[in-house]
């Protein structure tokens, strides 16, 4: 899925819980992205100010052995696709977000055979777009983040917890993760050790 490369890049161990384990639950920012996405979802197309534009559109590479949907697409004059990823958050770059623009641009390159030179993150708190360049560098840590996610998958292994307390703060799996536990191996091993020992007792 097109949506486990933003999940790797944010943290691999939440794309193994979903894409491995099938575990997701909601929190306020889940919640507000599907708010967000209410109406790219309902798969509307049509022309607004003269651009044809389509949303839930269906993806695929065979290439990369990608699969998903892009929020909208718009369609320049001379038929270039021009992706738009919608999120809720406020306008500021983030990598995991383009990183699952630049994997619907690969899709849409295949599919269609143009080129595509930029697309743009839309963010819905602020209303404003973000316009991603498709340059070289992100093609190329998009392709690596592709095979490092088949890699995972096909291993079948969990990935340790990542020690960043901003980014476990604000993921819906936190309480599923347990990071702070899975993390404190060290101070586990040493409750082990003690844990038979008869209080007042010397080790």
Do not use: W
């Amino acid at each position: 899925m097109l949506s486990a490369l933003q999940h790797y890049s944010y943290c691999p161990r939440q794309c193994a819980l979903i894409h491995q384990e099938q575990t997701f639950t909601d929190n306020v920012f889940t919640v507000k992205g599907n708010l967000a996405h209410k109406r790219v979802d309902s798969g509307e197309s049509g022309f607004d100010d003269g651009v044809q534009v389509e949303r839930s559109l269906p993806l695929y590479s065979d290439k990369y052995q990608l699969t998903g949907k892009a929020d909208v697409v718009e369609f320049l004059a001379d038929g270039t696709p021009y992706p738009v990823e919608y999120k809720h958050g406020s306008r500021q770059k983030k990598m995991h977000d383009d990183v699952q623009l630049m994997a619907q641009v690969l899709c849409l390159e295949e599919m269609i055979g143009k080129v595509i030179l930029e697309g743009a993150i839309y963010h819905h708190k602020s209303h404003r777009r973000r316009v991603v360049k498709i340059t070289d560098e992100l093609r190329q840590h998009t392709v690596e983040l592709i095979n490092k996610v088949h890699a995972l998958v096909a291993s079948g292994k969990m990935p340790e917890p990542v020690d960043d307390k901003s980014l476990c703060r604000a993921c819906s799996l936190k309480q599923t993760c347990q990071p702070e536990l899975v993390a404190g191996k060290e101070r586990i091993k040493q409750m082990q050790k003690t844990l038979f020992i008869p209080e007042g007792e010397d080790e």
